[in-house]
């Protein structure tokens, strides 16, 4: 699994007002850890990240797939 890097910063622009800090809080997960994702310095494939954003996906109605891929 992986997240989709380009449409998670769609995501954090349209929702959390281009707010790393928000989403990260949103979602559980630490801010420098987003941020790295985010500006690929690490890998998007990170199962914390991934399923904490697929969590977040249902629960506000969204399609995770538009975010995360499932291989």
């Known amino acids: ?12 622009k ?4 281009d707010n790393n800090s928000y989403f990260a809080k949103e979602i559980g997960v630490g801010r420098e850890y987003i941020s ?3 500006n690929r310095r690490i890998s998007a494939d990170s199962p914390k990240f991934c ?3 697929i969590a977040y996906c249902e629960k506000n109605n969204l399609d995770y797939k538009e ?3 499932i291989t």
Request: glycine letters at 0%; hydrophobic letters at 55%.
């Open 51 to 53: 399923n904490a954003l």
């Open 1 to 12: 699994m992986e997240a989709k890097v380009e449409n998670v910063k769609i995501l954090i």
């Open 36 to 38: 790295a994702i985010v």
């Open 67 to 69: 975010y995360v891929t």
């Open 14 to 17: 349209e929702k959390f007002h």
